[in-house]
């Protein structure tokens, strides 16, 4: 295990369909968090989990979004009626949850295309 | 709420010059970081400042942080070509766990010969 794992690395989608990214951390990180970068900016928080436990969402994540993280192993991020806007990077990063631990680590990313 | 400025947003430098990019932030934070993104990548971790006073380098890149003044800043010497990608500064606030980061926009530079 080398690193945080996201799949697909790019998705080309239609106006009104729904999709679906996955993120496998670091094995031993209980925490994953979500984040969504547009062109020109810098990446925006969207939500985290420790363990399998959804404790924070920002505002950014409308109801069209919902993230998941069945057995505290990999997480899942879908985004239902994509809309263009919507179109960006999404980064998935984990950390440890330890005294000390400083940083997170993210993975390549999911690039996704919303025509 | 946690507002992070960097400045300046775009840089044009030649190769052998020195320049800093600034990262601003607006309240108290426990840890402040560097990280370098090339086009279509995803993020290098490049820095990470625990404490007033703290600096770091690396190669021809040196940051450091004023957590009085709530600034910290990467400085650039003698700039080499590779050295071209956004920089992005990202600062987690107190008592805030460690993945949560409110980021800057960024300051893209270009090291031409």
């Known amino acids: 295990d080398t690193g945080v794992s996201q799949d697909p690395r790019h998705k080309i989608t239609k106006r009104g369909q729904n999709v679906t990214f996955r993120c496998d951390p670091i094995?031993?990180?209980?925490?994953l968090y979500w984040y969504r970068q547009t062109l020109g900016q810098g990446p925006e928080f969207l939500t985290y989990?420790?363990?399998?436990?959804?404790?924070?969402k920002s505002r950014l994540l409308s109801d069209r979004f919902s993230a998941e993280r069945p057995k505290g192993s990999f997480s899942t991020l879908e985004i239902q009626r994509t809309e263009q806007g919507d179109s960006a990077m999404y980064l998935c990063?984990?950390?440890?949850?330890?005294?000390?631990?400083?940083?997170?680590?993210f993975g390549q990313g999911t690039r996704l295309t919303v025509v | 709420e946690l507002k992070v400025e960097q400045n300046p947003l775009f840089l044009s430098m030649q190769e052998g010059k020195n320049y800093t990019i600034y990262c601003n932030y607006s309240?108290?934070?426990?840890?402040l970081y560097w990280y370098r993104q090339d086009p279509g990548k995803s993020l290098e971790s490049l820095f990470v400042?625990?404490?007033?006073?703290a600096v770091k380098q690396e190669g021809r890149l040196m940051a450091s942080l004023d957590t009085k003044a709530r600034l910290s800043t990467l400085h650039i010497t003698a700039a080499v070509h590779d050295l071209s990608a956004t920089y992005f500064c990202?600062?987690?606030?107190?008592?805030?766990?460690?993945?949560?980061?409110?980021f800057g926009d960024g300051t893209t530079l270009t090291v031409k010969p």
């Open positions: 400042l625990l404490s007033n006073g």
């Open positions: 309240t108290t934070s426990d840890r």
């Open positions: 990202a600062v987690v606030g107190v008592n805030t766990n460690a993945g949560k980061s409110t």
């Open positions: 989990f420790q363990n399998e436990a959804q404790l924070e």
């Open positions: 990063a984990s950390s440890l949850d330890r005294a000390g631990v400083t940083e997170a680590f």
């Open positions: 094995s031993e990180h209980n925490r």
